[in-house]
């Protein structure tokens, strides 16, 4: 039985807590695994480092993404995940406080699913994050997951 996870990747604690905050008001259950930085991401993703011994039964339903990270950006985390068969069909939204046109240009051409900034006021925060719990992990019919090659 895979478990299905939201996979956040955020390096500013607030905005960590600010959604964790979120999903409990309302009412997102799925366990949230937390990465803050460009390299932790892919590690979890491709099972190396800190992560090499993570179950392959967890499976990010969806990766929120922030684009303003450490050591690796957002979107060259995204650029990894769509070069990767096992990973290049993992809904990621685009989970950023980024006003640049050009990331948003950037961000959907590597291939995000979608693109939210984050709303400053907490109401409209969780009420963004409420509509998107809604939509990729109960409206949303996920593709299968690519278990990796032997």
Do not use: C
């Not at 478990?3 to 905005?15: G, Q």
């Not at 994050?129 to 690519?146: C, D, E, F, M, T």
């Amino acid at each position: 039985m895979h478990e299905r996870v939201i996979v956040l990747v955020e390096d500013n604690v607030n905005d960590e807590e600010l959604t964790l905050r979120a999903f409990r008001k309302s009412n997102i259950l799925n366990r949230v695994v937390i990465v803050r930085d460009g390299v932790e991401a892919l590690d979890y993703f491709f099972s190396r480092g800190a992560y090499a011994n993570r179950s392959q039964d967890e499976i990010a339903q969806v990766v929120l993404l922030d684009l303003k990270l450490p050591k690796i950006d957002g979107l060259e985390v995204l650029r990894e995940l769509r070069a990767h068969a096992e990973t290049k069909l993992i809904p990621v939204v685009i989970l950023t406080s980024s006003v640049e046109e050009q990331d948003l240009i950037r961000g959907y051409g590597l291939g995000a699913n979608s693109y939210i900034r984050k709303p400053v006021d907490f109401t409209q925060f969780v009420e963004a994050v409420r509509q998107l719990g809604l939509y990729w992990l109960v409206i949303n019919h996920a593709a299968p997951p690519v278990l990796p090659s032997a």
